[in-house]
């Protein structure tokens, strides 16, 4: 993953500018070290892919410079993925991400695993999803503290009527949550 990383990291640096609150497509092929034993790409790399796909957002978007000006860095807070179809070694596929909009406290991000669609009824343009997930995110100073929504927008402009989350998605980012304060350990799981 480290050099598939610096191979994006590298990518991005050249590839197409975007806004803000556009859709990036990072383009990825299936390698073997993607492989579990049952030969299509094991769950936990999708994660990992999604962290590549993020950080090649961050960058064409301009985002991730006005963060290292502000010694700013992004942490995940909650994720969840679903799969429709599993990836196999060699295909190619691309990892569409996009902002879906802000909470009071976080970010949240949609990203798209796809592949253009096949077979005879195929339309031209068209993709079929092979996996989705959602990451609920927020932003650290490196000076330490939490950059606020408000300091967040402030930097990197206003936010589109359309950037809105869903409301399941904000349910679900509640329901997930993990306390602010610690407790004593359970003596079964509960």
Not at 88 to 106: C, N, P, W
Not at 117 to 141: M, N, Q, S, W
């Amino acid at each position: 993953m480290f050099f598939r990383t610096l191979l994006h990291t590298l990518l991005s640096r050249f590839g197409p500018r975007l806004g803000h609150y556009d859709v990036a497509r990072t383009r990825f092929i299936t390698l073997p070290t993607d492989q579990d034993i049952l030969r299509h790409m094991n769950n936990g790399v999708y994660l990992s892919i999604m962290d590549i796909a993020r950080f090649d957002m961050l960058h064409r978007t301009g985002i991730w410079a006005i963060f290292q000006a502000k010694g700013w860095y992004p942490v995940v807070v909650a994720e969840t993925i679903s799969f429709r179809k599993s990836l196999t070694l060699g295909q190619r596929f691309t990892v569409e991400s996009r902002i879906l909009g802000f909470d009071e406290k976080a970010v949240y991000v949609e990203q798209r695993f796809v592949r253009p669609t096949e077979g005879p009824d195929a339309t031209p343009g068209e993709v079929e999803v092979y996996a989705r997930g959602f990451i609920r995110g927020r932003f650290l100073k490196r000076t330490g503290g939490v950059v606020t929504i408000d300091e967040l927008t402030d930097a990197v402009g206003a936010v589109p009527d359309e950037v809105t989350v869903p409301n399941w998605l904000l349910e679900w980012s509640a329901d997930v949550a993990m306390p602010a304060t610690r407790a004593p350990a359970p003596s079964v799981w509960e």
